[in-house]
């Protein structure tokens, strides 16, 4: 499929949202959840897919999906993989089409996209610690 973006973002059940309300009365929402419980970018993972039956075929399939669209035949490969663990290969090559796809929507190298992300890693880093920091001196 020639498409210039390949990319799918997994379901998330933001509190107030009608999918919310399903999540919650039947189930696939822990009674602990928390607006906290989202990735803020909704980009790495969904709450929802521990309770799904199929959540982790899915996590596997949404890990892959780029090189399900980009890659002639991948899709066949792609129906046995979602029956393996998701694992550290497949998020590097997660993480790795989360590069691409930055990279020719900014319109730069790979090893532009890849300095960005480092810098966006070590200063996530930065703010968890300072958070924690935080929460620890309310205490």
Known sequence: ?????AWVYPLQPYPGTEIYQYAVENGFLDKEFSFDDIDPL???ESP????LKDGKKLKVLHRLFYYGIKIPGFVRLLKLLVYLP???IFELLHRFSLLINYAKFHKINLF???VVAIRVFLIERRLR???KARDIRKA
């Open 1 to 5: 499929m020639k498409v210039n973006y």
């Open 42 to 44: 909704g980009i790495l």
């Open 48 to 51: 929802l897919e521990r309770k």
């Open 86 to 88: 998701n694992n550290f």
């Open 112 to 114: 532009h996209a890849f």
């Open 129 to 131: 610690i300072l958070i």
